[in-house]
Every structure is written in structure tokens, then in C-alpha cells.
Nanobody
Framework: QVQLVESGGGLVQAGGSLRLSCAASGRAFSHYAMGWFRQAPGKEREFVASINWNSRDTDYQDSVKGRFTISRDNAKSTVYLQMNSLKPEDTAVYYC?????????????????WGQGTQVTVSS
């Protein structure tokens, strides 16, 4: 079982930056692909970004390419989402997720473990 705890959300003005963190429990973090998702009010949860176990493979939703960067520190069992040039439409609860398949690629679906989420609000 893996527990994921997100942090770093908050209120920011449009054009600003935030860095989200997701700390994972368990010894196998370094083997897992990790992802970030978000859910805005009244909308379905959507994929934002993902990273494979050794950081050599990443994937991004088109709307965040060039603005968001996913990274990980396996020694700290933590995955990050650096968000720059934030827009009001980025407002959502952001969730991290882990894929328990060892040494898999960065994926958009099929995650096994989820955090509780952290709120990001971007004001115009």
C-alpha cells in the first residue's frame, strides 16, 4: 500500500507560480510512474502530467506544456509539479497518483494509488 500526501497549493494571481509536492510512503516509490491530475468544480478529473520511474519519460496535457514541469526525487520519495504562468483556468484540486507497475512508462490512465488533493486557486 502506498500513501500519497500533496502539499503546496494555495491562492496565486494570474501569471504567478506554485510548486506542488507529493510525498509517498513505502519503499518502492523509485519503481513507480507518478502522475498529477486535477479536477475543477463541475468538471471531471483530468490528466495533467506524468513521469516514469527514472525521470527519462514525461508526458503533459497540451494546455500545460511549456508552463508546468513534473520532476521527482527518488531519494526523498517525492514528486513535484512546478507550475508557472498560471491562468485562472488552472484553478482546481490537484491530485498525485502512483502506478504500482514497476519500471513502467509515464502514463495517463490506470493509476492505482491517489492522494487527497491540494487546492490551487488562480485569481484574475
Amino acid at each position: 500500500q502506498v500513501q500519497l500526501v500533496e502539499s503546496g497549493g494555495g491562492l496565486v494571481q494570474a501569471g504567478g507560480s506554485l510548486r506542488l509536492s507529493c510525498a509517498a510512503s513505502g519503499r518502492a516509490f523509485s519503481h513507480y510512474a507518478m502522475g498529477w491530475f486535477r479536477q475543477a468544480p463541475g468538471k471531471e478529473r483530468e490528466f495533467v502530467a506524468s513521469i516514469n520511474w527514472n525521470s527519462r519519460d514525461t508526458d503533459y496535457q497540451d494546455s500545460v506544456k511549456g508552463r508546468f514541469t513534473i520532476s521527482r526525487d527518488n531519494a526523498k520519495s517525492t514528486v513535484y509539479l512546478q507550475m508557472n504562468s498560471l491562468k485562472p483556468e488552472d484553478t482546481a484540486v490537484y491530485y498525485c497518483a502512483a502506478d504500482r507497475a514497476f519500471f513502467g512508462p509515464a502514463i495517463r490512465t490506470g493509476y492505482d494509488y491517489w492522494g487527497q488533493g491540494t487546492q490551487v486557486t488562480v485569481s484574475s
